[in-house]
């Protein structure tokens, strides 16, 4: 099910967007830009980010709403004893995300490589973050300025509220525990826009859209923050 307008490449203008989207709703950019085929994606395959990487630190968040705990270890580690399924009843708090944080200059590589969505909004420069997850994990909801997510491998479920429609949640539960808890019993005006994105699709959220995520399988993933 998705609920959120989905442009491609051959049907918006940087003018239409601008105009539709950017200070309005979300969309979901397909085909714009070519991430699947390029470079990057070869560099996210696990055994040639494990060649790389294996020896940087890096800086991992607990996932809760107000991102309270910084852990600092090596990749490898990461990806072997920290990058799997989520089990439901675990919390948020309790939950270590690799997300954001990111050295530039050790992960210059694949930076270099990503090709950024094309339009921009007038006076924001972009800020990337990168990250990795496991099945079933997630951010919880929380809002920031105007950006966008892109998946370079795996699927990302993602729901979302206007700035003055806060969702309920619990600040220190997992996305999987409010889908699983929460969702059901919404009702239909309160149900969030929602979407999965797949690679070759880009998802834009506006300025202060309250917003969570949930990774469907193991995901590599780019966001692009325009502040
Ligand atoms: C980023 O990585 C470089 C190269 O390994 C290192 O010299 C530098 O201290 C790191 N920066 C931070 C903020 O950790
Ligand atoms: C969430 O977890 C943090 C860290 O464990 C704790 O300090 C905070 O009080 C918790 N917040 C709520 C609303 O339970």
Redesign the pocket.
């Known amino acids: 099910e998705c609920n959120i307008d989905i442009r491609d490449v051959n049907s918006i203008t940087h003018t239409e967007f601008i105009e539709e989207y950017a200070y309005a709703k979300p969309v979901i950019l397909r085909g714009l830009t070519d991430n699947t085929v390029r470079a990057v994606i070869l560099l996210c395959i696990r055994s040639n980010l494990l060649r790389e990487y294996a020896e940087k630190m890096v800086r991992l968040s607990?996932a809760?709403t107000h991102s309270?705990?910084k852990v600092d270890v090596r990749f490898e580690e990461f990806v072997k004893f920290l990058l799997t399924p989520q089990p439901k009843d675990i919390?948020g708090?309790d939950t270590l995300y690799f997300f954001g944080d990111n050295n530039f200059t050790e992960w210059h590589s694949l930076f270099e490589e990503y090709k950024a969505p094309p339009f921009s909004l007038p006076l924001m420069h972009p800020a990337y973050s990168f990250g990795i997850a496991g099945p079933g994990t997630g951010v919880p909801f929380h809002w920031h300025g105007p950006g966008y997510s892109e998946v370079i491998y795996g699927r990302k479920r993602w729901f979302l509220y206007p700035p003055d429609e806060a969702p309920e949640f619990?600040?220190?539960h997992t996305t999987l525990s409010w889908v699983s808890l929460s969702y059901p019993n919404l009702e239909l005006h309160q149900r969030p826009l929602e979407c999965t994105i797949r690679p070759g699709e880009v998802l834009y959220f506006p300025d202060r859209w309250w917003h969570a995520t949930l990774n469907l399988d193991t995901s590599v993933f780019i966001s692009t923050f325009l502040g």
């Open positions: 607990t809760n309270y705990r919390l708090s619990h600040p220190n």
